[in-house]
C-alpha cells in the first residue's frame, strides 16, 4: 500500500518535470497581457526616502516624531523593470503564479515605484485568481481607492498601506471575506466602514491600520474584532476613550500594537492575565494605574514597549518571571523605578533595557 503510494507520488513528480520542462511559459496569455497593461499605466518615481526614518530614529527618543511609514520597510526599486512581453510573467519580479493552472495568485509591488492611479477598468481587477496583492510604498498620487477590488474575491492578503491614496476606503473590501490580513495604514476609514470590515472579515488574523485617524471610532467597538486576531497594529490612530480590558486577554493576541494613541486609557487586567502576547508597544498612552504584578503571567513576552504610557508605582517583581523577555522600554515611564541591583538581577542578562 504504502509503497504503491510512493509510485504514485513518482509518477506526479515526473509529470510535473515533465509538464515544467515541454511547457516554456507557464502564465496564462490572458494574464500576462493584464499585467502588462497595468504595468503600462503608470510611470515611475522613487518616492520613498527612509533616510528621514533613520534621522528622525537617531535623533528623536519620542516614536511619535517618527512617521508611521518608517515602520515598513521593503527592498525599494522598479519592479515591473522586468516585465517584458514574450517572457514567462510566472518569473517576473512580484509575480507568483499557481504551478498547475498558471493563474497569478500573487503580486507584490510594494516600494516598486508605481506613480500613477488605479482606475476602475484596471486590468489589475482581472486577475480573479489573485489571493495576495501588496501595493504598499507606492504613489498613487492622493487617488481614490476603488470599489472594484471586490472583483477580487480570492483575497487572503491585501495590503495597500502607505500607497498616497485619497478618500474613504470603499464600503466594498469588506467583502473581500477570505481576507485573513489587511493593512491599511495611513488611509481614510469611515467609522462605518470599520464597523463593516469588523464585523464581515471574520477570517482576520492580522489587522494593521496605523496612522489611521480614528478618533470617531469608540475603542468598545474593538471588542468585536475576530478572536482569531493574532496581531493588532494601531499606532497613531488617534483612539480615544478606554480601551477594552478583553483587547489584553484576547485568546490569540501575540502583536499588539497601540503606540501614540495619546488620548487613548486603559489598565492592565490585574489577575489571571493568560495571554499569548509576545510584542506589546503600549508607549504615548494614557494607561493608568501601577505596573500589575500579573504582567509575569505573559510567559511569551519578549518585547515590551511602556515608554511614556502614563503609569505609576513601582516595577513589579514579577517582571523576572518573563524568561523569554529581549527588549523592555521603560524610559520617561512615571513609575518610579529604582534601578536597584536588585532591579537588575531580576532581569535575565540578555534583556536590552532601554531607560533615559
Ligand atoms: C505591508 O507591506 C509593507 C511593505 O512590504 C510591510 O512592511 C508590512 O508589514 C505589510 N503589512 C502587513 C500587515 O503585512
Ligand atoms: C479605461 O478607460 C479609459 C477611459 O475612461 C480608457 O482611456 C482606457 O483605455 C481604459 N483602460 C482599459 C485598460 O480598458
Ligand atoms: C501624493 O500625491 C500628491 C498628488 O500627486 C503629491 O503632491 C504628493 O507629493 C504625494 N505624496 C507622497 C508622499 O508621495
Ligand atoms: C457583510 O456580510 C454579509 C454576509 O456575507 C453580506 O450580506 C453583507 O453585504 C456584508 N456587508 C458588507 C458591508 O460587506
Ligand atoms: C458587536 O456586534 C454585535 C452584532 O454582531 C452588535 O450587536 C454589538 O453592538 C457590537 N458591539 C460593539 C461594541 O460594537
Ligand atoms: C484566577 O484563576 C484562579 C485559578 O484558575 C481562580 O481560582 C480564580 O478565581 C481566578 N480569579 C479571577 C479573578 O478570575
Ligand atoms: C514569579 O516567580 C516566583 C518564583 O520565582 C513566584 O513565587 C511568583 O509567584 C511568580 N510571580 C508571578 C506573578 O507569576
Same mark, same amino acid.
Given at each position: ?7 504514485? /507520488? ?20 490572458? /494574464? ?24 528622525? #530614529?537617531? #535623533? ?8 508611521? @511609514? ?41 516600494? *516598486?515605484?508605481?506613480?500613477?492611479? &488605479? ?9 480573479? !485568481? ?77 489587522? #494593521? ?28 490612530? *488617534?483612539?480615544?476613550?478606554? &480601551?477594552?480590558? !478583553? &483587547? ?58 511602556? @515608554?511614556?504610557?502614563?503609569?505609576? *508605582? ?5 517582571? *523576572? ?5 529581549? @527588549? ?12 536597584? !541591583? ?13 531607560? /533615559?
Amino acid at each position: 500500500m504504502g509503497c504503491l503510494t510512493l509510485a504514485y /507520488q513518482l509518477l506526479f513528480l515526473q509529470l510535473l518535470l515533465l509538464y515544467s520542462q515541454t511547457s516554456a511559459t507557464l502564465c496564462s496569455y490572458d /494574464q500576462s497581457i493584464a499585467l502588462l497593461q497595468f504595468k503600462q499605466h503608470f510611470s515611475y518615481k522613487n518616492f520613498l526616502s527612509y533616510y528621514y526614518c533613520d534621522w528622525a #530614529r537617531e #535623533r528623536s527618543f519620542q516614536f511619535s516624531e517618527i512617521p508611521p @511609514y518608517c515602520d515598513g520597510r521593503c527592498p525599494s526599486y522598479r519592479k515591473t523593470m522586468s516585465w517584458k512581453e514574450d517572457t514567462d510573467c510566472c518569473s517576473w519580479d512580484g509575480v507568483t503564479c499557481d504551478i498547475l493552472t498558471g493563474h497569478v495568485i500573487a503580486l507584490d509591488l510594494s516600494c *516598486g515605484w508605481l506613480h500613477g492611479n &488605479i482606475p476602475s477598468n484596471s486590468s489589475l481587477f482581472l486577475l480573479h !485568481h489573485l489571493q495576495r496583492l501588496n501595493l504598499a510604498f507606492n504613489d498613487f498620487k492622493l487617488s481614490q481607492v476603488s470599489s472594484d477590488f471586490r472583483q477580487l474575491p480570492s483575497l487572503t492578503h491585501l495590503n495597500l498601506s502607505n500607497s498616497n491614496f485619497s478618500g474613504k476606503i470603499p464600503t466594498e473590501i469588506s467583502h473581500l471575506s477570505n481576507l485573513v490580513s489587511l493593512d491599511l495604514s495611513v488611509s481614510e476609514l469611515e467609522t462605518a466602514v470599520f464597523q463593516e470590515l469588523v464585523q464581515n472579515l471574520t477570517k482576520l488574523t492580522e489587522l #494593521r491600520l496605523d496612522g489611521v485617524d480614528m478618533s470617531t471610532i469608540v475603542p468598545s467597538f474593538l471588542t468585536n474584532l475576530s478572536y482569531s486576531l493574532t496581531s493588532l497594529s494601531l499606532n497613531d490612530c *488617534g483612539l480615544q476613550g478606554n &480601551i477594552p480590558d !478583553h &483587547i489584553f486577554r484576547s485568546p490569540n493576541l501575540q502583536f499588539l500594537r497601540l503606540r501614540g494613541n495619546f488620548d487613548l486609557k486603559g489598565v492592565f487586567p490585574k489577575v489571571n492575565w493568560s495571554s499569548p502576547l509576545k510584542f506589546m508597544d503600549v508607549s504615548d498612552m494614557s494607561l493608568s494605574g501601577e505596573l500589575p504584578n500579573s504582567i509575569g503571567d505573559l510567559m511569551s513576552l519578549y518585547h515590551l514597549r511602556l @515608554y511614556y504610557c502614563n503609569m505609576v *508605582g513601582s516595577i513589579p517583581m514579577s517582571l *523576572g518571571n518573563l524568561t523569554q523577555l529581549t @527588549y523592555l522600554s521603560l524610559s520617561q515611564v512615571t513609575i518610579s523605578v529604582v534601578i536597584s !541591583h536588585h532591579f537588575c538581577q531580576i532581569l535575565s542578562s540578555s534583556v536590552i533595557l532601554i531607560f /533615559q
